[in-house]
């Protein structure tokens, strides 16, 4: 079946610096994706998504990088700041209409002043 | 607007009672959806809903069931709990128009069965 993995669970960055996320996905049907920040005690909160036919999309101080030979995804945030703290998840969707979201275990993010 | 909400925020359930799980969206949005996230874990899907009277499957329905009578109101039953349902429960909704959407949560259920 479809599984969404993360290759680090905790990142710890200084403040001001870039941060990079990664995700692996196994499904090559996968056609949307889309990144996920959850803080504690809060429902994930969307960040960005990207569909299969792009590989690089970018939002305020956020950019998503798909590579569908490797399967891979990634998310940077630019100018991380303390606000950035929380765990960030990466899901994936192989259906049509309603999405039935296969997600990763998630990757905790560590801002240092 | 307050988007996706989620009663009650935290419950403790003794092994055999049964509990709903409230949700409501007011947002329009045609498809809603409930998770459960385990203690480190990612979100696995339960049941979801493309519109009022229709639900299905998604990863572990097992124990629980659903129903959609409107498009506002999805909630979520447990019939016989057991400790492992314990978890954090989110809904969540996405619209239909313009292709994939993405989805938008609530602040999640937090439940304990002793």
């Known amino acids: 079946g479809e599984n969404v993995g993360l290759h680090l669970p905790t990142l710890s960055v200084q403040e001001g610096d870039n941060s990079i996320i990664n995700c692996a996905y196994s499904?090559?049907?996968?056609?949307?994706f889309i990144w996920y920040k959850q803080e504690s005690g809060k429902g994930p909160q969307f960040i960005i998504d990207i569909r299969s036919n792009m590989d690089k999309r970018q939002g305020q101080r956020v950019t998503v990088l798909l590579n569908k030979t490797v399967k891979h995804l990634s998310l940077q945030i630019a100018a991380t700041q303390p606000g950035d703290s929380a765990v960030y998840f990466c899901a994936e969707n192989s259906g049509q209409g309603a999405q039935k979201l296969v997600f990763g275990q998630g990757t905790r993010l560590t801002i240092n002043p | 607007n307050a988007g996706v909400t989620q009663t009650p925020k935290f419950r403790i359930l003794k092994i055999g009672q049964s509990m709903t799980l409230q949700c409501a969206q007011d947002?329009?949005?045609?498809?809603m959806y409930w998770y459960r996230q385990d203690p480190g874990m990612g979100l696995k899907l339960i049941y979801y809903?493309?519109?009022?009277?229709?639900?299905d499957k998604g990863e572990v329905p097992n124990g629980y069931n659903v129903s959609r009578s409107t498009t506002e109101d999805f909630p979520l039953r447990l019939e016989l709990a057991a400790p492992s349902q314990t978890s954090v429960y989110f809904c969540?909704?996405?619209?239909?128009?313009?292709?994939?959407?993405?989805?938008?949560f609530g602040d999640g259920t937090r439940l304990s069965i002793l």
């Open positions: 969540a909704s996405s619209s239909r128009d313009r292709g994939v959407q993405p989805q938008h």
């Open positions: 499904n090559s049907a996968s056609d949307y």
């Open positions: 809903s493309v519109g009022a009277g229709i639900t």
């Open positions: 947002m329009n949005h045609n498809y």
